[in-house]
């Protein structure tokens, strides 16, 4: 079965770090287009950043400079690492696997609150 | 690839044919999904590569379209059908949404 399980969120003061986790199973992360989105309170779902099989990475300009996606295949896990947190970052972060067919998954999703 | 979302929000009734259209600012071939979200709920996967039905979701919901315009269509809304609905562009990074449509009772 296809999990993406997340840990890794909470409260942080504005000007804090954070690094969310995203743990698999039933695919490996790094054979995937692995993405996080965000969702703040009421609000729509908004594209964060996404780690290409080969290692590349691309982020949001909301967030460039800020935050850092990384993998562990040992672990096939995918982390964001957050810094300089801002209070307009408070949302739910969801971890995703991208595809062009069906074999897309999403995390649970997990709350970040940036607030002091 | 900014998408555009219509309407933003609907009431319909049990029974009721829904559409919801989705376009893209420019062509997406048809790397669009659209996904219901429900209250402190992920996403939910309904439809990929603009037409094909997630195995497990009802036939009941249907989508088309290429290029630019796509459509969701309910042909007959259920009570566990009121959600927000997202389009979501798959074409290229960086990855945009549809800014939902809130399916409500009425």
């Known amino acids: 079965e296809v999990q993406l399980v997340q840990s890794g969120g909470g409260l942080v003061q504005p000007g804090g770090s954070l690094r969310l986790s995203c743990a698999a199973s039933?695919?490996?992360?790094?054979?995937?287009?692995m993405s996080w989105v965000r969702q703040a309170p009421g609000k729509g779902l908004e594209w964060v950043s996404v780690i290409y099989p080969d290692g590349s990475t691309y982020y949001a300009d909301s967030v460039k400079g800020r935050v850092a996606i990384s993998r562990d295949n040992s672990k096939n896990t995918v982390y964001l690492q957050m810094n300089s947190l801002r209070v307009e970052d408070t949302a739910v972060y969801y971890c995703?696997?991208?595809?062009?067919?069906?074999?897309?998954?999403w995390g649970q999703g997990t709350l970040v609150t940036v607030s002091s | 690839i900014p998408l555009t979302q219509s309407p933003s929000s609907l009431s319909a009734s049990v029974g009721d044919r829904v559409t919801i259209t989705c376009r893209a600012s420019?062509?997406?071939?048809?790397?669009l999904a659209w996904f219901q979200q429900k209250p402190g709920k992920a996403p939910k996967l309904l439809i990929y590569?603009?037409?094909s039905l997630q195995s497990g979701v009802p036939s009941r919901f249907s989508g088309s379209g290429s290029g630019t315009d796509f459509t969701l269509t309910i042909s007959s809304l259920q009570p566990e059908d009121f959600a927000t609905y997202y389009c979501?562009?798959?074409?290229?990074?960086?990855?945009?949404f549809g800014q939902g449509t809130k399916v409500e009772i009425k």
């Open positions: 995703a696997r991208d595809a062009p067919g069906p074999d897309i998954y």
């Open positions: 420019q062509g997406i071939s048809s790397y």
């Open positions: 039933g695919f490996t992360v790094s054979d995937s287009y």
């Open positions: 979501q562009q798959l074409n290229s990074y960086p990855q945009t």
């Open positions: 590569a603009a037409s």
